[in-house]
């Protein structure tokens, strides 16, 4: 199955010189919908997410419906090559925001558009693919899919993590907090993206999420995770269901 996951830093949106040029190129280069509701950014960080995101979801679609051969309709959706398959699951592709914006200049901007569950997680109305976006500090996450995904990323924000993870977390996942020693911050965040990307995948967000045991190898749950923590002070989490 076609999955494909980008992160995108968001300083460059950020800098005091250059970032306003950006911000104002990335507005042109989003769907109607996300630039109006860029406007509407009280903060510029939320702003440059927004946008970020939107970049993200004109990139990934781009190039699942060219399959990366170059050329839009030798690869659509439901027939993607099985190179193209094992490239999107083998990586976790970090962007920037000049690559995306140079990537999509000679390209007409796709205007999505969307629907939303009854807790308001977002679908496309016009493709067939599932996506999940999530924002966190200075990085914008983005996941597509044939199918329906949950990704979060969490920046690891130096909180009392043990007394949170008491009153949020399972018995189990508390424990295992209590048992962390060094790890015990790092160990707190995992777990918090897990249950965010959880409640993004079933649509019924973190509040239901909370109360389900996402310790890393707990079986009860049909579940594939992807988990990446290269990004120094970060989570960054992905699920999926098993067929």
Known sequence: M????YLLSIEAFMDTEKGE????RASLRVDEE?????EGMKTLSRKAACLGAGLLLQFAVDEALRGGSGREGDAGAGELKVEDIAAARSRLKVCSATELLDAGKEAPVRQFTYRYGERGKPY??????????????SYVLCGLSMEEIGADIQQ???????KLGRRFYSKRESAALEQAGAEREKLFYRLWARKEAYGKLTGEGIGKALGVDLLPGTASLSLIWEEWDSVEGYSIALCRYRR
């Open 34 to 38: 996300r630039r109006r509701r860029a």
């Open 124 to 137: 496309f109305r016009n493709l067939p693919f599932y996506f999940n976006l999530s924002h966190s500090g």
């Open 156 to 162: 690891h924000c130096g909180k009392d993590v043990g």
């Open 21 to 24: 040029a950006l911000l104002e």
């Open 2 to 5: 076609y999955v494909a996951r």
